[in-house]
Structures are given as C-alpha cells and as structure tokens.
C-alpha cells in the first residue's frame, strides 16, 4: 500500500507519516524494489496503534520506547508491560478527573434555575462573613416558623359519617387553590379519598371548644359525626352550622409528602353569616375574628384590629 493510500486510510498526512516514522515513533516501513514505502497489514496495525496510544495522551517518549522494545530482538515483555500499565493509570486518573468535571455539569444543567450565579454567591459570601460578626439572631435550625397560620375545621363523609378535624397546617395557591396537610394516620382522610369533597370551616373563639375536641380524639375510635350541627352541600360535603365562614371544596391533587396526605383543593362554595359580612357584602375579619394557631407553643391566639389599608404605609417609604 502506498503511503498515500495509508494517509487517506487513516487520516494522517503524508508528511506526518514520514515525521512518525523518522523519529521512531512507527517502527521501519518495508519497500519495495524501487525503495519506496510500501505499508503492509502489519504496518497499519502499527500505526492506527499508535493513534490509539497518542489519543490515551501518552507521551511521545513513552510510545517511541514502547516501539523500540516491541522492535527488538530482546525479550522486553515485562518493560513493555510497564510501560502499558503507566499509560493505563494516567488514563484512569484522566477519566475520573472528567467524569467529576461532568457530573459538575450535570448537576448544574439539573438544577440550573435554583442555582445562584458567581455573582450572587459572592454577595452570599460576603454577606455570611459579616453576619458572624455581627448577628445576635439565634439559629434555630430548620424549625417551622411560619405560625400564626388560621386554625379551621375538615370535615368530611367518612363511611356514610360526618367526621371532623382541627386543621393548622394549610395555605393558599395562587388565586382559586387552598391546600390541607393532613397525617396519613387520620380518619378522615379515608373519606377524603373517597368521595374527594370536603369543607374547611374557619375556627372562632365561639366554638373553638368543639374545635380543640376534634383534634384531640380520632374517628377511629370515636363517633364525632354529633360534635357539630351541620348541613350537607352540592358536593357532599359536610358543612359546620356553628362556622360563621365554611368553604366547600373538591380535591384536585394530593401532594404526598412523607407521612402527609397534602390535599389540593378548588372551592366550589363558600358560604358566610351574615353577622360576618360589612356593608359591601365583603368578608370582614374584624368581625369573624378567626382564631390562629402557632406550633412551638401549642397554643390558640386571637387575631385583633384593623391596622392599615394594604399599600398605604409603604407609601410613605422612598
Ligand atoms: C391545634 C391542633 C392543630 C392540628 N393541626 C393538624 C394539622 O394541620 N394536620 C393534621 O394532620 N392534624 C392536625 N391536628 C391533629 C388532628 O386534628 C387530630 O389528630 C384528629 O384527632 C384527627 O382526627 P381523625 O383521625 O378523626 O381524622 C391538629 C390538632 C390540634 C389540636
């Protein structure tokens, strides 16, 4: 084969397979009889070897050695072994430094919208380093801190019963979604699974009694469909006669989450006293006077006056 042949073979210029061969780094091309090169099967073996040898990043001093001892009339075996296992581990070493490099960029490209960029990480930085000084704050750990929450009533058809619960943990999505984090272990979540309505009944000192007793015994082992007056809606759900503001709701999604059943809810209804409405037919509060609930405490708390219109004291604010 000529040397142009075996330049187009394997991609490597005429010039260059000169260069290789001059400095040792392909053993002795044969010729032919008119003293040109002429590359037989075992010198493409050579070559696409050393290809191989370059591409693992040896060095072209290792390789021109490796190719004199495998050239040699001497037994160099165990040499040339070395030599294997040095490009071997270097290649091994080069790869992991990689496959750190690359699961660095998976996980950025993973979690590239919750990630700060180097300039915010720096003002982090900064900021953190200032606040070791200064901060008297106490770090609590990962405590729940979002209390005062509204302290409201669950109740749903639980095996053709009403059963009620006392319910802290809960909150607002977007504009039309409310959410219920209730313990899997519960009663009524059976029901709610079930039949996917129930009523969230807004909690007032005036029956916080009844309240605080639905939290504290379970359906499971106690009636409690006879703890409150109560009226059945369109859904099925039923609705607690004492709440001045009851909410009927049908479950969309259940976000679970370890030992929870979050149930999503849309609001089909919601029905208020009119004692709790002020004289543009609006809910007002200062009259409902829900009642809150904190955890750390364990305890109920009042909700007290108007303070400010929304968006009226900011405006004094540059
Ligand atoms: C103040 C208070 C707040 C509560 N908040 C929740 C809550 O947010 N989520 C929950 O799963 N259980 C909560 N509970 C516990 C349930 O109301 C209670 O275990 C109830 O007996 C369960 O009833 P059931 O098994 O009939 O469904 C709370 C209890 C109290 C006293």
Avoid at 77 to 99: G, V, Y
Avoid at 121 to 149: A, C, H, R
Avoid at 237 to 253: F, G, N, Q, R, Y
Wanted: glycine letters at 6%; one cysteine or more.
């Amino acid at each position: 084969m000529t040397i142009k042949e075996v330049s187009e073979r394997t991609g490597i210029s005429i010039d260059n397979l000169r260069y290789y061969e001059r400095i040792g780094l392909i053993p002795p091309i044969p010729r032919n009889k008119s003293g040109i090169r002429d590359y037989d099967e075992i010198a493409i073996h050579w070559i696409t070897f050393v290809l191989k040898f370059k591409k693992a990043g040896a060095s072209l001093e290792a390789i021109i050695e490796y190719i004199k001892l495998a050239t040699s009339e001497q037994d160099s075996k165990e040499a040339r072994r070395a030599i294997l296992f040095e490009i071997q581990e270097d290649l091994h070493n080069r790869i992991d430094k990689l496959t750190a490099c690359l699961e660095m960029i998976d996980y950025k490209i993973e979690n590239f919208d919750n990630l700060c960029d180097p300039i915010t990480q720096k003002m982090i930085e900064e900021w953190k380093s200032k606040k070791e000084g200064n901060s008297m704050k106490k770090d609590l750990g990962s405590v729940l801190g979002l209390y005062p929450t509204p302290l409201v009533v669950v109740g749903a058809m639980v095996n053709g019963k009403a059963n009620w619960l006392l319910v802290g943990h809960l909150g607002i999505m977007g504009h039309d979604h409310i959410m219920v984090s209730l313990s899997k272990s519960h009663y009524t979540n059976q029901g709610i699974k079930e039949t996917k309505a129930l009523s969230v009944n807004i909690v007032d000192e005036s029956w916080l009694d009844k309240a605080d007793y639905v939290g504290c015994v379970s359906g499971n082992k106690t009636d409690k469909s006879n703890v409150f007056r109560f009226y059945i809606g369109e859904t099925g759900a039923p609705m607690i006669e004492e709440a001045k503001l009851s909410m009927e709701c049908t479950v969309t999604d259940n976000y679970e989450t370890n030992g929870f059943d979050n149930f999503i809810l849309e609001i089909s209804h919601t029905f208020a006293e009119e004692s709790i409405l002020n004289e543009v037919g609006k809910i007002d509060y200062e009259k409902l006077k829900p009642i809150l609930f904190e955890m750390p405490n364990y305890t109920y708390l009042k909700t007290g006056e108007t303070i400010a219109k929304c968006m009226a004291l900011g405006k004094n604010i540059e």
